[in-house]
């Protein structure tokens, strides 16, 4: 495709614009509340338009098809939300806890 383009009024995470990124695909999304504006960093790795401004779309639509996209950087861009990079911010979350966890009872234990 040369082109994705998402118009909602509301999403939660737009999963389809991260698949769009990780085919290399330029995007185009509303700037809707949910994911949209995080996914595409505020408009560095795609166009964000106004919710419910049909000729915005119309007129970002067209800058997008003249604009030169780097697919590799949006392909990058893509794997910063993959399955496999939440998982290690999930791990670094856990470790962190247990760490201050292990820490805090160890400073209580001296008290006592």
């Not at 338009?49 to 049909?54: A, I, L, M």
């Not at 915005?56 to 990079?85: C, G, M, N, P």
Request: net charge negative; with cysteine; proline share 4%.
């Amino acid at each position: 495709a040369d082109l994705f383009c998402l118009s909602s009024r509301w999403e939660g995470l737009p999963g389809v614009l991260i698949e769009a990124l990780s085919a290399g695909c330029p995007v185009i999304s509303t700037d809707c509340p949910g994911g949209a504006a995080e996914i595409l960093d505020h408009g560095k790795f795609g166009i964000l338009t106004p919710v419910d401004d049909e000729e915005a779309l119309a007129r970002s639509i067209l800058k997008a098809l003249d604009t030169a996209w780097d697919s590799s950087e949006l392909r990058k861009r893509a794997q910063f939300f993959s399955v496999e990079k939440a998982i290690d911010r999930y791990l670094h979350v856990f470790e962190n806890t247990l760490k201050r966890c292990k820490s805090n009872s160890q400073a209580a234990a001296k008290l006592t």
